[in-house]
T-cell receptor, first 115, second 114 residues
Framework: QKEVEQNSGPLSVPEGAIASLNCTYS??????FFWYRQYSGKSPELIMF????GDKEDGRFTAQLNKASQYVSLLIRDSQPSDSATYLC???????????????FGQGTILTVHP | DAGVTQSPTHLIKTRGQQVTLRCSPK?????VSWYQQALGQGPQFIFQ???????QRGNFPDRFSGHQFPNYSSELNVNALLLGDSALYLC?????????????FGQGTRLTVV
């Protein structure tokens, strides 16, 4: 079992729709969770982070975390063609533990938003 | 406020050679981590430097080494380059000393080994 798994892509949605990206992780001690967007040929850009169970909203983005189910998701509302990119889920080790600050990434999900 | 800067942006090396990559963290950040990203994969953690010491290391051989300077900047050194070392090398800075794990990446160094 991979430490961090993302739903297989690619994912294609029409402009204006909601894109849903999912991620599961294996380490129950994980404390914080991140979503990065990576355009082709560029470096990852942090778009959301979440530390507590529940939802966190920032503009068109909503991150959802369920630690009991070891599941984190990212919703993108009113998707735009400029949202087309690879989305990477990253999980941080437990606070104060030896793995704190080490991010473990999923393989990424390619999202295409078509006009 | 300058973000994370890396140099060089592109590099071509011959198998067996040695390479040094450089990173300056975001202003105010105290921790630098290095990642390797192969094409089509997520970044893989190489190691992390905090207070000028290597604090954590991923599953990479000793050919990969690093250093952090008093101004928090960092270097990644790779010896005896292999073709398989060709990848995008990413530096990320964070504020681990304040308990903040959010990591911000530089633009990366694209290393090609021929």
């Amino acid at each position: 079992q991979k430490e961090v798994e993302q739903n297989s892509g690619p994912l294609s949605v029409p402009e204006g729709a909601i894109a849903s990206l999912n991620c599961t992780y294996s380490d129950r001690g994980s404390q914080s969770f991140f979503w990065y967007r990576q355009y082709s040929g560029k470096s990852p850009e942090l778009i959301m982070f979440i530390y507590s169970n529940g939802d966190k909203e920032d503009g068109r983005f909503t991150a959802q975390l369920n630690k009991a189910s070891q599941y984190v998701s990212l919703l993108i509302r009113d998707s735009q063609p400029s949202d087309s990119a690879t989305y990477l889920c990253a999980v941080n080790g437990g606070a104060g533990g030896t793995s704190y600050g080490k991010l473990t990434f999923g393989q990424g999900t390619i999202l295409t938003v078509h006009p | 406020d300058a973000g994370v800067t890396q140099s060089p942006t592109h590099l071509i090396k011959t198998r067996g050679q040695q390479v040094t990559l450089r990173c300056s963290p975001k202003s105010g950040h105290d921790t630098v981590s290095w990642y390797q990203q192969a094409l089509g994969q997520g970044p893989q953690f190489i190691f992390q430097y905090y207070e000028e010491e290597e604090r954590q290391r991923g599953n990479f051989p000793d050919r990969f080494s690093g250093h952090q300077f008093p101004n928090y900047s960092s270097e990644l050194n790779v010896n005896a380059l292999l073709l398989g070392d060709s990848a995008l090398y990413l530096c990320a800075s964070s504020l681990i000393g304040q308990g903040r794990a959010e990591a911000f990446f530089g633009q990366g160094t694209r290393l090609t080994v021929v």
